[in-house]
């Protein structure tokens, strides 16, 4: 058996509750899997779907996370058949005691921002005190794992495993007719998806775009997605005249999503450090890569495990929007984008989640 405990779990939505959940669905084709997750409102239907067990705990945060703490390890304590302990963030492991950490194969997966605190601070202190618990490290991404050596991390106990990615299933027609039907005659066919704060480089990437409306007055782009920087990204559009490029989607059923994204033409998401912030590793390139849509990512981050660059996309600094003017142009001269799109799908087959499970279980 394996158990779960995690923070971010579906059906919240995020890319960190679809890494738990693809986790749990794909580890149980090597056994019985229990997760161990908070409640919330739509729990009982996502729950009765799944092919796992699924505890949700119940009450005001401060309470829950000692309710779960005491559910988890009764549960470990009494059953003795458990191959590993998964934790999705060094928060889910802090309270557990360090006898059952020691007596079950701990692993607790890092992402990026959560681990990137000033050392010394109380919650650098708190993580350090709660990864040692931990019998190895899973780092979403080569940069993350350099991140966690430079916070202190021993690098002994940290393992690189991407997540994963299934195959897209077949898009309905009527999603297919809509997205075309959004994007119409226009050229290029420009998309993000994303949670649109700042260290998404979205400001940017609009800023760069008045430039290629010279070129391309025909352009239109769109970004799915909500998040704190929503109206000021609007107002930005609004204020360059590109009101009339660019569209705004919030809630987006997931065929229309994909149906978007395999009809765009290139997909951007050049992502910057703000404070403590950064992207990890950034699960909607591979999204993007499965429909044959070429990339333009960020330097800082892990892009760089997915997007190569000059090849199946581009690595630019998400902070200078002539930068990210520069790649598009690139991609754009002699439909350089098709060929890139093409190997950036053969590229994302080395992300399919029955492969990236195998690392997990080679490591138990």
């Known amino acids: ?48 779907k799944q092919n796992y067990q699924v505890e949700r705990i119940k009450g005001f945060d401060f309470i829950k996370k000692y309710r779960k703490n005491n559910q988890l390890q009764v549960f470990c304590t009494e059953n003795r058949n458990i191959r590993a302990l998964i934790a999705d963030h060094w928060k889910s492991i802090e309270k557990i005691s360090d006898n059952i950490c020691t007596q079950i194969p701990t692993i607790c997966l890092i992402h990026g ?30 940069f993350t794992k350099k991140l966690a050596i ?24 009527k999603y297919n007719d809509q997205a075309k039907e959004i994007f119409g005659s226009t050229n290029p066919k ?14 940017s990437v609009i800023l760069s775009l008045k430039n290629l409306q010279v070129l391309y007055p025909n352009f239109l782009y769109i970004v799915i997605g909500q998040g704190d920087q929503s ?56 999204e993007a890569s499965m429909f044959k849509t ?20 581009f690595l630019c600094d998400g902070t200078n929007h002539d930068k990210i003017y520069q790649a598009l142009n690139k991609m754009l001269k002699k439909k350089r984008y098709i060929k890139m799109g093409l190997d950036a799908q053969k590229q994302a087959q080395n992300f399919l989640w029955k492969d990236q499970i195998k690392k997990y279980i080679k490591l138990i």
Do not use: W, Y
């Not at 921002?113 to 899973?138: G, V, Y």
């Not at 430079?150 to 027609?173: F, L, S, T």
């Open 113 to 142: 921002k959560e681990i990137n605190h000033k050392k010394k601070s109380l919650l650098h202190t708190r993580m350090m005190q709660s990864l040692k618990k931990a019998k190895f490290i899973i780092a979403n991404s080569t």
């Open 150 to 173: 430079k916070k202190g991390v021993p690098a002994k106990k940290i393992r690189i495993i991407n997540p994963g990615i299934n195959p897209p299933k077949p898009i309905e027609d």
């Open 1 to 48: 058996m394996f158990v779960i405990t995690t923070r971010n779990f579906p059906p919240a939505i995020g890319g960190m509750q679809t890494l738990m959940a693809d986790l749990a669905k794909n580890l149980v084709e090597h056994g019985p899997v229990k997760v161990f997750a908070d409640a919330m409102d739509g729990d009982q239907d996502f729950d009765k």
């Open 190 to 203: 420009l998309i993000s998806v994303t949670r649109l704060e700042k260290r998404k480089g979205i400001h």
């Open 294 to 313: 070429a990339c333009i990512g960020g330097i800082v981050g892990g892009a760089a495990d997915i997007i190569k660059d000059g090849k199946t996309g």
């Open 231 to 286: 109206e000021s990204l609007k107002n930005i559009a609004r204020n360059m005249d590109l009101s009339n490029n660019i569209i705004f989607l919030e809630d987006v059923p997931l065929g229309l999503k994909n149906a978007l994204l395999k009809h765009a033409d290139i997909f951007l998401m050049p992502s910057i450090e703000d404070g403590a912030s950064v992207e990890g590793f950034g699960i909607s390139f591979l």
